[in-house]
């Protein structure tokens, strides 16, 4: 019974030392855009570069990798960009069914926001294609 009480102790003792790292808050406007970037790191970024810059060895040569540089397959809109990662176009395969429509409105966000501080900066200006 002694150990019983000794292990409910410990458990109550990590518990409450969990809650005093609680995470951060995250502003709500920039839920997605912390999401989207999640997402374009685990699923795009092999292909379009960590920056978006499309300097890969798998993207290089396809024109409209580069996600910075203001160069759009379509007219660059969100709307586009969603039906692009949900749909694909040769070379760029479809997410439909392997993101949830949340997910690819997020990550259309984050690229379009990418693409927005690059063209601020300068530095989508002249990438490699």
């Known amino acids: 019974m002694r150990g019983l009480r000794a292990l409910l102790f410990l ?10 790292h609680r995470l951060p808050v995250v502003d709500g406007s920039n839920r997605d855009l912390a999401a989207g ?8 970024a092999s292909c379009h570069g960590p ?3 499309g300097n890969t060895i798998t993207a290089s040569r396809h024109r409209y990798a580069n ?4 160069v759009w397959r379509s007219d ?24 949830t ?11 379009m926001e990418l693409s927005r501080v690059a063209g ?4 989508g200006e002249g990438s490699s294609r």
């Open 11 to 20: 458990a109550v003792a990590a518990s409450a030392a969990c809650r005093e």
């Open 37 to 44: 970037r999640i997402i374009y790191e685990r699923k795009c």
């Open 51 to 53: 920056n978006g810059d």
């Open 67 to 70: 996600l910075i540089d203001g």
């Open 76 to 99: 660059g809109s969100l709307e586009a960009l969603e039906r692009q990662i949900r749909f694909g176009r040769d070379p760029m395969p479809r997410f439909q069914g392997k993101l």
């Open 101 to 111: 429509d949340e997910e690819i409105r997020q990550t259309a966000a984050f690229v």
């Open 120 to 123: 601020a900066t300068g530095s």
